[in-house]
């Protein structure tokens, strides 16, 4: 008999989350982790960590987590409002506009469960009030060192109603239509399989939901160009889309577009379900 732990994050999203192993969505919060009452499986959680993704440095689709110097640097990028500033030379990007932009659509998801993939360290932490008063968040990444980032940014006061969760974004451990928002910032252009990624934002999403998306895209500034192809050369970044291509990837995958911004080389969408979740 598994022991229930009340009140933590891991209890409020339990019977969101579906089975890695059986797919069954039949999942409770124990002690330790996860238990499958499907197949009977327990997925431990480490230091703050449930770990539902397969075994391995790279995703079935082949794209590679920030793990090692590249999350420590990334990480450390990311943590200060003041170093987050050196993308506005690199990506032509005003970095002020955008965390206000992206805080704006944050705010406006309204009713959780939310998803967020992938987390990173979640630079968008001290810029608004989403994580705080809408929820709970499932956070996730395929990266074990940036979620080990995260789990130690967010201080006692921040964790609770939120759930640090190790997956890959083509194979999310959520069940069909159980989350509200899905938010991806930054990381489209990490991802090779784009339909996929996209198919499976449309599975978790429950009828109504929404997307917010930020990617970098392939037709922006020359600087940025070329620091889109120095990322390619060790696999963290994946074959460059232009803007145009990413609306048509998510229009092709049951989404509508509300709004859409370019933002230098970045391209920020607030999307939802087209209704009946059908794809074109
Ligand atoms: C450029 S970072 C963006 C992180 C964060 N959202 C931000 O705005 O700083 C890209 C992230 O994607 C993660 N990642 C790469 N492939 C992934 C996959 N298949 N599934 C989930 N996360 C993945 C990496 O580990 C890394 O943390
Ligand atoms: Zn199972």
Not at 4 to 14: E, M, N, S
Not at 269 to 278: D, H, K, Q
Request: some cysteine.
């Amino acid at each position: 008999m598994t022991k229930p732990i009340i009140g933590d994050a891991l209890t409020a999203v339990a019977a969101h989350l579906r089975c890695p192993r059986c797919a069954a969505a039949r999942c409770e919060a124990t002690t330790d982790g996860l238990h499958c009452r499907g197949c009977g499986e327990t997925f431990p959680r480490t230091d703050g960590v449930l770990d539902l993704a397969p075994a391995g440095d790279t995703s079935p689709s082949g794209d590679r987590p920030y793990e090692g110097s590249l999350a420590a640097v990334y990480g450390w990028m990311m943590s200060s409002p003041t170093r987050q500033r050196l993308d506005s030379w690199l990506l032509g990007l005003n970095v002020r506009q955008y965390y206000r932009e992206v805080a704006t659509l944050l705010e406006r998801l309204g009713q959780g469960p939310h998803l967020e993939v992938p987390c990173g360290n979640l630079p968008f932490l001290g810029s608004t009030s989403a994580y705080r008063d809408t929820g709970p968040w499932i956070f996730a990444d395929l990266s074990r060192a940036m979620l080990d980032q995260l789990a130690r940014r967010l201080g006692p006061g921040d964790t609770a109603g939120h759930l640090l969760l190790r997956a890959d974004v083509c194979g999310l451990p959520i069940g069909d239509g159980q989350v509200g928002g899905v938010v991806s910032l930054f990381g489209l252009h990490c991802f090779r399989d784009g339909d996929a990624v996209f198919a499976e934002w449309r599975r978790c999403l429950r009828p109504g939901g929404r997307l917010v998306l930020s990617t970098l895209t392939g037709d922006g500034p020359a600087l940025s160009r070329r620091y889109y192809r120095f990322n390619q050369r060790d696999g963290s970044f994946a074959p460059a889309r232009t803007a145009a291509e990413v609306i048509a990837l998510a229009e092709r995958n049951g989404f509508v577009i509300e709004e859409h911004r370019r933002l230098g080389s970045v391209l920020l969408v607030a999307a939802s379900l087209r209704e009946g979740g059908s794809t074109s």
